[in-house]
């Protein structure tokens, strides 16, 4: 590629998340700092959000729909316990057929519209034995084992710069405050080490042997490359699992997405609560910032 065509992609995506991001001010007036972004069986959380504005994904200039039963896919602006947010009810996955800049469009979106501290939350599949159906995790770190990088191409300067630092992705001062909310809450929220395949298939025993042989706690098919564009805009990132499963070869059954979508509803009040209570914590939590 040329460098005249490098720039021409790169403005071409930054004029895309802009027209995005100003038709979102335009209809939504609240000035979002945090924005959360729910998984598969998660979504109900954005009923929770106060004086919403819920815009369809497919309302919005640019913005990817997903083709996923159990992602909305819907914006929703508004507060919670007082503090402005942006939820993505829904996301779009890479074995859906989207592409690495779709896939991170919302991201990119997320940061134009002000968010500084993002959380990602996602159903996974428990490697770590030690979890159970239903175990809420904050991740700790991640492994990209999805083959590809959302930041990969042509780079624009307006987002951030070339190379960076992802030694904190998933920033230890957010954990700490949702490790500490949870104990609050009665309940130990676990932290482990996230691996991204990329899908659509679940895992075979043997894939899943290997991935704990690597460090893997948790397996899952999204998030990854979300987390790598906030780090690259500077987001602060605290992200959530939901081990919806175990995962391939752990007990001796198959996985099915109903078990995965009702695994996240079994666990949606302890889940809710977390959050309600994190949300104003974090939003307070300036050093983090
Ligand atoms: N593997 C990959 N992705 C998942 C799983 C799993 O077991 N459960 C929920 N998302």
């Known amino acids: 590629m040329t460098q005249t065509n490098n720039q021409s992609v790169t403005d071409d995506l930054h004029a895309r998340a802009l027209a995005a991001a100003a038709y979102i001010r335009s209809v939504a007036q609240h000035q979002p700092r945090l924005g959360l ?6 979504g109900d959380f954005a009923d929770h959000v106060q004086k919403a504005v819920a815009i369809p994904y497919s309302e919005i200039p640019n913005f990817p729909v997903s083709t996923v039963p159990g992602h909305s896919g819907r914006l929703v602006v508004g507060e919670i316990e007082g503090v402005p947010v942006v939820v993505m009810q829904g996301r779009v996955h890479a074995y859906e057929g989207y592409s690495m800049s779709e896939v991170t469009f919302p991201t990119r979106v997320l940061g134009l519209l002000g968010v500084k501290q993002l959380i990602v939350t996602n159903a ?9 159906q239903g175990a809420i995790v904050a991740i700790s770190d991640h492994i990209n084992f999805t083959g590809r990088n959302s930041v990969a191409g042509p780079n624009e300067p307006r987002f951030g710069p070339r190379f960076f630092d992802m030694t904190h992705a998933y920033s230890p001062d957010l954990r700490r405050l949702a490790r500490k909310e949870a104990a609050t809450q009665g309940w ?33 098919m999204s998030t990854v490359h979300e987390v790598i564009v906030a780090r690259h805009m500077g987001i602060d990132v605290l992200g959530l699992s939901v081990v919806t499963n175990m995962a391939a070869g752990v007990l001796d059954q198959p996985i099915n997405h109903e078990e995965v979508m009702e695994t996240g509803r079994r666990i949606a009040g302890q889940f809710t609560s977390l959050l309600t209570a994190l949300i104003p914590q974090l939003a307070n939590n300036t050093s983090a910032c």
């Open 37 to 42: 972004v729910l998984g598969s069986g998660l």
């Open 124 to 132: 996974a599949g428990g490697i770590n034995p030690d979890y159970g």
């Open 188 to 220: 130990k929220l676990e932290e482990g080490v996230y691996i991204a395949v990329f899908g659509p298939s679940y895992e075979t025993p043997a894939e899943i042997r290997a991935f704990r042989t690597l460090g893997a706690d948790l397996v899952g």
